[in-house]
Antibody, heavy 124, light 108 residues
Framework: QVQLVQSGAEVKRPGASVKVSCKASGYTFTSYDIHWVRQAPGQGLEWMGWLNPNSDNTGYVQKFQGRVTMTRNTSISTAYMEVSSLRSEDTAVYYC?????????????????WGQGTLVTVSS | DIQMTQSPSSLSASVGDSVTITCRASQSISSHLNWYQQRPGKAPKLLIYAASNLESGVPSRFSGSGSGTDFTLTIRSLQPEDFATYYCQQSYSPPSITFGQGTRLEIK
């Protein structure tokens, strides 16, 4: 079965960087985009961007441009999302997610498979 | 950017009730609208895609409708496990997607 397993919780100082991993299993890793969504405490869902594990192409929400980097290691079916120059407002649960089918992209994008979430706390 | 506005932000209901949650887009998004359920401490779960299609494994008491700018999620005969937060999400402007702010459904 499809599984996305994320790395554990992190506590970081302001200005530091954090790298969250998302290990995929149960399917061909390079066949599906990986999306990253975050959720600040008590707040709603915020889409951050996507990674195509096959081409290594990425796309980021403008507010995260230059501060977020999405990468992958296809040999271990793992996607990564790194946030640099952390500030308190980056305290959130970060999720990786995947569409249900290969054709579920573009205007038909929906996210059916989700990781368990990784809490990143930014505090001095 | 397309903005998604849900209403109400929260509502209270009892087991067995029916409820409707509304999602409005800032411009027409055709039927490119999905609904998710999120229970506390859990990842979101896809319920409805393309405005009115029930995701596999989701109970039939959930239904979605709408097109253009106005959409609804209806839950009939509420069950205890349905008390959660619901989000709409548009996918009209790829690759960007946006979520509504969420509607918290509480037990009365």
């Amino acid at each position: 079965q499809v599984q996305l397993v994320q790395s554990g919780a992190e506590v970081k100082r302001p200005g530091a960087s954090v790298k969250v991993s998302c290990k995929a299993s149960g399917y061909t890793f390079t066949s599906y985009d990986i999306h990253w969504v975050r959720q600040a405490p008590g707040q709603g869902l915020e889409w951050m961007g996507w990674l195509n594990p096959n081409s290594d192409n990425t796309g980021y929400v403008q507010k995260f441009q230059g501060r977020v980097t999405m990468t992958r290691n296809t040999s271990i079916s793992t996607a990564y999302m790194e946030v640099s120059s952390l500030r308190s407002e980056d305290t959130a649960v970060y999720y990786c997610a995947r569409p249900p089918r290969v054709e579920s992209k573009g205007r038909w994008l929906r996210l059916s498979y989700w990781g368990q979430g990784t809490l990143v706390t930014v505090s001095s | 950017d397309i903005q998604m506005t849900q209403s109400p932000s929260s509502l209270s209901a009892s087991v067995g009730d029916s409820v409707t949650i509304t999602c409005r887009a800032s411009q027409s998004i055709s039927s490119h609208l999905n609904w998710y359920q999120q229970r506390p401490g859990k990842a979101p779960k896809l319920l409805i895609y393309a405005a009115s299609n029930l995701e596999s494994g989701v109970p039939s008491r959930f239904s979605g409708s709408g097109s253009g700018t106005d959409f609804t999620l209806t839950i009939r005969s509420l069950q205890p496990e349905d008390f959660a937060t619901y989000y709409c999400q548009q996918s009209y402007s790829p690759p960007s997607i946006t979520f509504g702010q969420g509607t918290r459904l509480e037990i009365k």
